[in-house]
């Protein structure tokens, strides 16, 4: 239970952090959330980008849903691979692997 908790505290922490860098770069260019608009717009729904992005909420929320659900699942996975590496340390050398 611990190591859920864990990892959902990071995945959490990682997904602020990385949303919070995107909406800072899209503020300082004058388009507030284009960066989720055009990744939703793109990855969940085959928008062509042309060099126009139109701003919708629905990209906005189903692209936010989407990372912060990403992040989690990762951090949940990273914190279950050092509780492994620490219980076996034999996985410390692959699990470090994988993160490099």
């Known amino acids: 239970m611990r190591t859920l908790i864990d990892g959902l505290k990071a995945g959490l ?46 990209p906005v929320v189903e692209y936010t849903v989407v990372h912060f659900a990403a992040f989690l699942v990762f951090g949940v996975v990273a914190s279950w691979l050092l509780a492994a590496a620490e219980r076996e340390p034999h996985f410390t050398a692959g699990v470090l692997i994988l993160f490099l």
């Open 13 to 58: 922490i990682g997904a602020i952090t990385v949303a919070a860098w995107f909406l800072m770069l899209d503020v300082d260019r004058g388009r507030p959330f284009a960066t989720p608009a055009l990744l939703g717009s793109v990855l969940l729904h085959g928008a062509q980008y042309s060099g126009h992005l139109s701003l919708f909420a629905a």
